[in-house]
């Protein structure tokens, strides 16, 4: 099992442009999350999929969409970046099973928004 | 609104010392409580995850403690190793049903061999 993948891990943006983060499951979980993480604010929620076929707001949804294609796969998409925007971010899963209700967490992406 | 508190933000200790690291939170209704570590440029790696109706969770070297009532909770590292450098973050969900989770904003811990 890869458990939650992400990609890519690294980009720079220069501001007005747009990009897809992309995030993958294989542990067959039902709910997915995007995160932004920033210094001394700690993981804020920016969006989350409770199953397939919905979408929710998280605490900070301004400037992101998400679309949740599938049950494995639940992407990020920012239209029009700006530097208030540069973080990192994380897409995480939870499930049943054995690990009920706990949520694993994928690498991250590290983006810079110039 | 949910606030999740981790005291101190940074901790340092040598080898082989037993600590413990704490978390507490505002609104005892929670689901669950979960720790995590981070290590630096890494995502979170899920530690112990303790639903409402337990006092406590142990994995290996590891035992954590929830007490609801007074909102807190505390994770036990016992004989550190260097290994053990990280930073811990505590997360609590307010119930079954609501994905929200909130996440304290961590302590970061440093095992001096």
């Known amino acids: 099992n890869a458990g939650v993948t992400q990609t890519p891990k690294f980009q720079v943006l220069k501001t007005g442009q747009s990009m897809t983060l992309q995030c993958a499951q294989d542990?067959?979980?039902?709910?997915m999350y995007w995160y932004r993480q920033d210094p001394g604010m700690g993981l804020r929620l920016i969006y989350y999929s409770a199953s397939e076929g919905t979408t929710d707001k998280g605490e900070v949804p301004n400037g992101y969409n998400v679309s949740r294609l599938n049950k494995r796969e639940f992407s990020l998409r920012l239209e029009s970046a700006a530097p208030s925007q540069t973080s990192v971010y994380f897409c995480?899963?939870?499930?049943?099973?054995?690990?009920?209700?706990?949520?694993?967490f994928g690498p991250g992406t590290r983006l810079t928004v110039l | 609104k949910q606030e999740v508190t981790q005291i101190p933000a940074a901790l340092s200790v040598p080898e082989g010392e037993n600590l413990v690291l704490n978390c507490s939170f505002t609104?005892?209704?929670?689901?669950?409580l979960q720790w995590f570590r981070q290590d630096p440029g890494k995502g979170l790696t899920s530690l112990l995850l303790i639903q409402s109706s337990q006092r406590e969770q142990t994995s290996g070297r590891l035992n954590a403690s929830l007490d609801k009532s007074s909102g807190r909770s505390t994770l036990y590292i016992a004989a550190s190793q260097p290994g053990d450098s990280a930073t811990y973050l505590c997360?609590?969900?307010?119930?079954?049903?609501?994905?929200?989770?909130?996440f304290g904003t961590g302590t970061r811990l440093t095992i001096i061999p």
């Open positions: 995480a899963s939870t499930g049943g099973g054995t690990s009920y209700n706990e949520q694993f």
């Open positions: 542990m067959n979980h039902n709910s």
């Open positions: 609104d005892s209704a929670i689901y669950n």
């Open positions: 997360a609590v969900r307010p119930y079954f049903g609501n994905e929200k989770l909130t």
